[in-house]
C-alpha cells in the first residue's frame, strides 16, 4: 500500500482503490486502425479519476472475441486478480461486452473474482450489490450474448453470400496464391485469389519432388522432401522452415489441381465440420495438373502409415514389404547378429521368429544373398525386352485386336461423315438450283441429317481423345523400359531400387530351394505404357506373371 493509502487509512478514510482496466476489440483491423482502443482507454481513464480511484495497470486484448475466456490477457489479467501479490482491487471495462459475451460465463467469472477480493466496474453499466442491479447485469450479460450470436449469424450469412459470387473472404490464402482487388462496392473492397508466380512455382516443385524426385534420386516421400527444401533454403511464406505437416496439406489441398477452394467446410472456432450441402466452392486458378494430383493421392494412400508401415515404404531394408515366407505368408523380417566385429543381417520368416517353430519351421537367408539374387534375377529374367515381351504377349495381342476393331470403326465413322455431307451438298445445290422448294418437310429432313453427321462426328472426336490419352504398348517402349529399370536397379540408391521394385513387383516368396518373383500383368502394362499404376492395398482377382517354367525355360 502506497504511502498516502496509508495516511487515509490511519485517518479512518476508506483506502483509495487500486484499478486495472481491461480493453478489448474484437477484431484486429479495429485495434490496427485504433479505432476502439484509445476511447475505451480515455473514457474508462476518466471515470476511474472521477472516483478517485488510482489506476496501476491495464490489460490490451487487441482482435480476440468474448464469447469465451481463450484470451491470453484476459487469463493473465485472472491469474494475476487471484495472486495473493495481486496489485488491483477493481477491473473497470467500458461495458460487460468487453469483458464477456456470454451471459452464464460473465457470472461465473465475476462471482469468482469476488471471491479474491476484485471487483468487475463497468462504466456504463449499473454495478453493484444490490439483487436489482445483479439482476440488471445478468439480463445485460443475456442480451450481449444475443447480440454476439445475431452479429455472427449475420457475418456468416453475408461471408457466404460474397463466397457465392467468388469472393475471397479474407482468410490468408494457401501458398501459391496471392489475394488481388477485384471490384469496389462503395468503401468495399471485394476480393479474389490469383496465382502467385514464385509460390506457385515452389507448390509445383513439392509435387515434383514427391512424383519424381530431383533426377538425383528417385520420388521422394514426405519427410524426405521437407528435408530437400530446408537443406536448400527453400521458406514458407513468413520465412519459416518447411515442416511435414504443412508439406502433408499442400500435397493433400486439391485446390491446386480442382480450381476450386471450399469455403465454409469447418467451423472455424471449434474445428467441428459442416454439413457437406452447405459448402461454397470459389473458383481459384489451379496450379499443378490433375493427373499428377491423381498420382500425388494414389501414393499418399499406398503409404498411409495406417496402410503400409513406414518401415516398408521408408526402411533401409530393400525388400522390406515384399518378401514372404511361402510356407506361412509371413513376411520376412530382418534379424542380425554379431560375431567378433562384424555384424550379419538376415531375411528371416516373422511367423517363426515371433511366435515359434509351431508356427513356421521358418528360413533364414543372408540379407546381401537374397537382395542380390532378386536384383540380378529381375533384371536377368524379368527386365529384358524379350523376356518382358513374353510375359505381355496376350496383352499385346488382345491390344492390337482392340486396336484393329477401333482403326475399323474410324473408318466407318469417318464414311458416314463425308456421306453425310455429300447428302447436304446436294440438296443445298438443288435448293440454289430451284430444282425443290424449301418447305417445313425439307427443313427437319436437312436437320435429321445434320444431327446424325454432328453424331458420327462427336463419337470420332471421343476415339480421338481416348487414343490421345492412352499409351500403347509397343516394342520401343518395352526396350526403354527395361533400360530404365536396369539403370535404376543398378546405380540408385535404396529407397529408388524399392520404389521401382515395388512399381512392378507385388509379392516375392522365399521357398528353401526357389524364389517367386508375383506381380499383376496390368500394372506391368500401365508402367511400362507410362501411366499411373495405383498399387492398390487390397489385391484384386488378376493373372499374375512369375519367374516359373513355364515361361523361364
Same mark, same amino acid.
Given at each position: 500500500?502506497?504511502?498516502?493509502?496509508?495516511?487515509?487509512? #490511519?485517518?479512518?478514510?476508506?483506502?483509495?482503490?487500486?484499478?486495472?482496466?481491461?480493453?478489448?476489440?474484437?477484431?484486429?483491423?479495429? @485495434?490496427?486502425?485504433?479505432?476502439?482502443?484509445?476511447?475505451?482507454?480515455?473514457?474508462?481513464?476518466?471515470?476511474?479519476?472521477?472516483?478517485?480511484?488510482?489506476?496501476?495497470?491495464?490489460?490490451?486484448?487487441?482482435?480476440?472475441?468474448?464469447?469465451?475466456?481463450?484470451?491470453?490477457?484476459?487469463?493473465?489479467?485472472?491469474?494475476?486478480?487471484?495472486?495473493?501479490?495481486?496489485?488491483?482491487?477493481?477491473?473497470?471495462?467500458?461495458?460487460?461486452?468487453?469483458?464477456?459475451?456470454?451471459?452464464?460465463?460473465?457470472?461465473?467469472?465475476?462471482?469468482?473474482?469476488?471471491?479474491?477480493?476484485?471487483?468487475?466496474?463497468?462504466?456504463?453499466?449499473?454495478?453493484?450489490?444490490?439483487?436489482?442491479?445483479?439482476?440488471?447485469?445478468?439480463?445485460?450479460?443475456?442480451?450481449?450474448?444475443?447480440?454476439?450470436?445475431?452479429?455472427?449469424?449475420?457475418?456468416?450469412?453475408?461471408?457466404?453470400?460474397?463466397?457465392?459470387?467468388?469472393?475471397?473472404?479474407?482468410?490468408?490464402? /494457401?501458398?501459391?496464391?496471392?489475394?488481388?482487388?477485384?471490384?469496389?462496392?462503395?468503401?468495399?473492397?471485394?476480393?479474389?485469389?490469383?496465382?502467385?508466380?514464385?509460390?506457385?512455382?515452389?507448390?509445383?516443385?513439392?509435387?515434383?519432388?514427391?512424383?519424381?524426385?530431383?533426377?538425383?534420386?528417385?520420388?521422394?516421400?514426405?519427410?524426405?522432401?521437407?528435408?530437400?527444401?530446408?537443406?536448400?533454403?527453400?521458406?514458407?511464406?513468413?520465412?519459416?522452415?518447411?515442416?511435414?505437416?504443412?508439406?502433408?496439406?499442400?500435397?493433400?489441398?486439391?485446390?491446386?489441381?480442382?480450381?476450386?477452394?471450399?469455403?465454409?467446410?469447418?467451423?472455424?472456432?471449434?474445428?467441428?465440420?459442416?454439413?457437406?450441402?452447405?459448402?461454397?466452392?470459389?473458383?481459384?486458378?489451379?496450379?499443378?495438373?490433375?493427373?499428377?494430383?491423381?498420382?500425388?493421392?494414389?501414393?499418399?494412400?499406398?503409404?498411409?502409415?495406417?496402410?503400409?508401415?513406414?518401415?516398408?515404404?521408408?526402411?533401409?531394408?530393400?525388400?522390406?514389404?515384399?518378401?514372404?515366407?511361402?510356407?506361412?505368408?509371413?513376411?520376412?523380417?530382418?534379424?542380425?547378429? @554379431?560375431?567378433?566385429?562384424?555384424?550379419?543381417?538376415?531375411?528371416?520368416?516373422?511367423?517363426?521368429?515371433?511366435?515359434?517353430?509351431?508356427?513356421?519351421?521358418?528360413?533364414?537367408?543372408?540379407?546381401?544373398?537374397?537382395?542380390?539374387?532378386?536384383?540380378?534375377?529381375?533384371?536377368?529374367?524379368?527386365?529384358? /525386352?524379350?523376356?518382358?515381351?513374353?510375359?505381355?504377349?496376350?496383352?499385346?495381342?488382345?491390344?492390337?485386336?482392340?486396336?484393329?476393331?477401333?482403326?475399323?470403326?474410324?473408318?466407318?465413322?469417318?464414311?458416314?461423315?463425308?456421306?453425310?455431307?455429300?447428302?447436304?451438298?446436294?440438296?443445298?445445290?438443288?435448293?440454289?438450283?430451284?430444282?425443290?422448294?424449301?418447305?417445313?418437310?425439307?427443313?427437319?429432313?436437312?436437320?435429321?441429317?445434320?444431327?446424325?453427321?454432328?453424331?458420327?462426328?462427336?463419337?470420332?472426336?471421343?476415339? @480421338?481423345?481416348?487414343?490421345?490419352?492412352?499409351?500403347?504398348?509397343?516394342?520401343?517402349?518395352?526396350?526403354?523400359?527395361?533400360?530404365?529399370?536396369?539403370?535404376?536397379?543398378?546405380?540408385?540408391?535404396?529407397?529408388?531400387?524399392?520404389?521401382?521394385?515395388? @512399381?512392378?513387383?507385388?509379392?516375392?516368396?522365399?521357398?528353401?530351394?526357389?524364389? #517367386?518373383?508375383?506381380?499383376?500383368?496390368?500394372?506391368?502394362?500401365?508402367?511400362?505404357?507410362?501411366?499411373?499404376?495405383?498399387?492398390?492395398?487390397?489385391?484384386?482377382?488378376?493373372?499374375?506373371?512369375?519367374?516359373?517354367?513355364?515361361?523361364?525355360?
Amino acid at each position: 500500500m502506497s504511502g498516502f493509502q496509508k495516511q487515509q487509512s #490511519s485517518n479512518g478514510l476508506a483506502p483509495v482503490k487500486r484499478v486495472a482496466l481491461y480493453l478489448r476489440v474484437s477484431t484486429g483491423r479495429q @485495434a490496427e486502425n485504433d479505432v476502439s482502443l484509445p476511447s475505451q482507454r480515455d473514457m474508462t481513464t476518466r471515470y476511474c479519476l472521477a472516483q478517485g480511484w488510482d489506476i496501476v495497470t491495464e490489460f490490451v486484448e487487441p482482435g480476440a472475441s468474448a464469447t469465451d475466456d481463450k484470451r491470453p490477457i484476459f487469463q493473465k489479467m485472472l491469474e494475476q486478480a487471484a495472486s495473493p501479490e495481486r496489485t488491483f482491487d477493481v477491473i473497470c471495462v467500458h461495458s460487460f461486452s468487453r469483458f464477456y459475451r456470454n451471459g452464464a460465463e460473465m457470472e461465473l467469472t465475476i462471482r469468482k473474482l469476488r471471491k479474491h477480493g476484485v471487483d468487475v466496474v463497468s462504466m456504463t453499466q449499473p454495478t453493484g450489490d444490490d439483487p436489482s442491479q445483479q439482476l440488471m447485469r445478468q439480463i445485460i450479460g443475456i442480451f450481449d450474448e444475443y447480440t454476439s450470436r445475431e452479429n455472427g449469424k449475420n457475418v456468416t450469412r453475408a461471408m457466404r453470400e460474397s463466397a457465392k459470387q467468388g469472393f475471397w473472404n479474407g482468410a490468408t490464402p /494457401p501458398l501459391g496464391y496471392k489475394i488481388i482487388e477485384a471490384e469496389r462496392r462503395g468503401s468495399k473492397i471485394k476480393k479474389k485469389l490469383d496465382v502467385d508466380p514464385v509460390e506457385a512455382e515452389l507448390v509445383r516443385l513439392i509435387f515434383k519432388l514427391y512424383t519424381e524426385g530431383d533426377q538425383r534420386t528417385g520420388a521422394l516421400g514426405i519427410k524426405e522432401t521437407t528435408k530437400w527444401l530446408n537443406e536448400r533454403g527453400y521458406r514458407t511464406r513468413r520465412g519459416a522452415t518447411f515442416g511435414i505437416g504443412p508439406v502433408h496439406g499442400i500435397l493433400k489441398n486439391a485446390c491446386y489441381a480442382t480450381g476450386k477452394w471450399p469455403y465454409g467446410r469447418k467451423n472455424s472456432r471449434t474445428g467441428a465440420l459442416h454439413d457437406p450441402a452447405t459448402i461454397v466452392e470459389i473458383d481459384v486458378p489451379p496450379i499443378v495438373p490433375i493427373e499428377t494430383f491423381d498420382m500425388v493421392q494414389a501414393k499418399l494412400a499406398r503409404n498411409n502409415p495406417k496402410v503400409t508401415a513406414p518401415r516398408i515404404v521408408n526402411g533401409p531394408t530393400l525388400l522390406t514389404g515384399l518378401a514372404v515366407c511361402a510356407s506361412c505368408g509371413s513376411g520376412m523380417t530382418r534379424t542380425g547378429t @554379431a560375431r567378433g566385429h562384424r555384424s550379419y543381417s538376415y531375411y528371416t520368416c516373422a511367423g517363426c521368429h515371433q511366435k515359434g517353430k509351431s508356427v513356421c519351421k521358418g528360413r533364414h537367408i543372408p540379407m546381401g544373398k537374397l537382395d542380390t539374387l532378386i536384383l540380378e534375377g529381375v533384371k536377368a529374367q524379368l527386365f529384358e /525386352p524379350d523376356r518382358m515381351a513374353t510375359i505381355l504377349g496376350a496383352l499385346m495381342d488382345r491390344q492390337t485386336t482392340k486396336d484393329t476393331a477401333v482403326e475399323e470403326r474410324r473408318c466407318v465413322l469417318k464414311s458416314e461423315i463425308k456421306a453425310k455431307d455429300e447428302k447436304l451438298n446436294r440438296l443445298y445445290r438443288a435448293i440454289e438450283d430451284g430444282i425443290v422448294e424449301t418447305d417445313d418437310q425439307l427443313r427437319d429432313r436437312i436437320k435429321a441429317i445434320k444431327n446424325e453427321r454432328d453424331m458420327a462426328q462427336a463419337s470420332l472426336d471421343r476415339i @480421338a481423345e481416348q487414343s490421345r490419352d492412352r499409351s500403347t504398348l509397343t516394342p520401343e517402349r518395352i526396350k526403354a523400359f527395361t533400360k530404365l529399370m536396369h539403370d535404376k536397379l543398378e546405380n540408385g540408391d535404396v529407397q529408388a531400387r524399392k520404389a521401382y521394385l515395388r @512399381a512392378v513387383i507385388s509379392e516375392i516368396r522365399v521357398d528353401d530351394d526357389k524364389v #517367386s518373383i508375383i506381380g499383376d500383368k496390368a500394372t506391368l502394362s500401365a508402367v511400362i505404357a507410362g501411366q499411373n499404376g495405383t498399387n492398390a492395398n487390397v489385391s484384386g482377382f488378376v493373372r499374375k506373371w512369375r519367374t516359373r517354367h513355364d515361361s523361364n525355360v
